[in-house]
Antibody
Framework: EVQLVESGGGLVQPGGSLKLSCAAS????????IHWVRQASGKGLEWVGR??????????AYAASVKGRFTISRDDSKNTAYLQMNSLKTEDTAVYYC?????????????????WGQGTLVTVSS | DIQMTQSPSSLSASVGDRVTITCQAS??????LNWYQQKPGKAPKPLIF???NLETGVPSRFSGSGSGTDFTFTIRSLQPEDIATYYC?????????FGGGTKVEIK
């Protein structure tokens, strides 16, 4: 059974830091780029960033809204991806999902987020 | 960034009705367009990939069409279990972007 399980969410003050984890099982984690998507309460989905596989030198990319503050990493030996969030703002309050895309490069099509975690809530408030 | 404009933002229809949602990209994205269903408190679920391909296990009453900048998602005969919010998403370029969502309710 495929599973992505996020953890590490919670309440943090503005300016603080938090590190989310995404533990994977049931598929070849090392061959899968991992993305983070967030959703503020009652709002739509927002792509946060991604990390590619070792074959693509673990290349990362981020949304403009988090660039310079958030860092995505992965440990293939633990089948786990991470989202380090620094300098948090109230507008970062959201449910954070990790999700998988099928391959690093999608120019041939057939590329969509097929597996999702259940999400973890991050609340930034004083 | 590629903007995805989805409409309507919400709709109310009767069981058995045909439901149509549109998604317009701010530039040509070929067919690099996916559709997801999200029920309250749950993660999104993929329904359609590459504009018109049905994901495995998804009922055939769901369909998608379009290419370039204009896309359509259709539920042929609305069922009670289809109550959800639907999102389009482009993967032609980073940042990956989603439409604003369409909340589908039963009349």
């Amino acid at each position: 059974e495929v599973q992505l399980v996020e953890s590490g969410g919670g309440l943090v003050q503005p300016g603080g830091s938090l590190k989310l984890s995404c533990a994977a099982s049931g598929f070849t984690f090392s061959g899968s780029p991992i993305h983070w998507v967030r959703q503020a309460s009652g709002k739509g989905l927002e792509w946060v960033g991604r990390i590619k596989t070792k074959a693509s030198s673990y290349a990362t990319a981020y949304a403009a809204s988090v660039k310079g503050r958030f860092t995505i990493s992965r440990d293939d030996s633990k089948n786990t991806a991470y989202l380090q969030m620094n300098s948090l703002k109230t507008e970062d309050t959201a449910v954070y999902y990790c999700t998988r895309l099928q391959r690093d490069y999608c120019s041939g099509g057939n590329c969509f987020f097929d597996y999702w975690g259940q999400g973890t809530l991050v609340t930034v408030s004083s | 960034d590629i903007q995805m404009t989805q409409s309507p933002s919400s709709l109310s229809a009767s069981v058995g009705d045909r439901v149509t949602i549109t998604c317009q990209a701010s530039q040509d994205i070929s067919n690099y367009l996916n559709w997801y269903q999200q029920k309250p408190g749950k993660a999104p679920k993929p329904l359609i990939f590459d504009a018109s391909n049905l994901e495995t296990g998804v009922p055939s009453r769901f369909s998608g069409s379009g290419s370039g900048t204009d896309f359509t998602f259709t539920i042929r005969s609305l069922q009670p279990e289809d109550i959800a919010t639907y999102y389009c998403q482009q993967y032609d370029d980073l940042p990956l972007t989603f439409g604003g969502g369409t909340k589908v309710e039963i009349k």
